[in-house]
């Protein structure tokens, strides 16, 4: 069985940073053909993409993000990373990891870890 697990969410204050952690368990193929991202949906909006990373490590950022976050992939620990820098309110929300195989349409999703951006 398939596991996405997430980590890392929780309460900041705009300007300080978050790490999101995501680790793999149970795929039918290597983590490291596996496309990885993060999504995000606040509150009364679509589900958005934050972040991704290929399997050859091409990176890809919502215009919103873009300066602020890192996604990073570390293959040997079946892991996915998102670097939060300088949050601000509009990037409250539930964080999904999700794993895409390569050159297919099966995908995975975690269960979400909940980002909120308050003073």
């Known amino acids: 069985q398939v596991q996405l697990v997430e980590s890392g969410g929780g309460l900041v204050q705009p300007g300080g940073s978050l790490r999101l952690s995501c680790t793999a368990s149970g795929l039918a193929l290597s983590f490291s053909r596996y496309t990885m991202s993060w999504y995000r949906q606040a509150p009364g909006k679509k589900r958005e993409l934050a972040a991704g990373i290929t399997s050859a490590g091409i990176t890809d950022y919502a215009d919103s993000v873009k300066g602020r976050f890192t996604i990073s992939r570390d293959n040997a620990k079946n892991a996915v990373f998102l670097q939060m820098n300088s949050l601000n309110t509009e990037d409250t929300a539930v964080y999904s990891c999700?794993?895409?195989?390569?050159?297919?349409?099966?995908?995975?999703w975690g269960q979400g870890t909940q980002v909120t951006v308050s003073s």
């Open positions: 999700n794993a895409r195989r390569e050159n297919s349409a099966l995908t995975y």
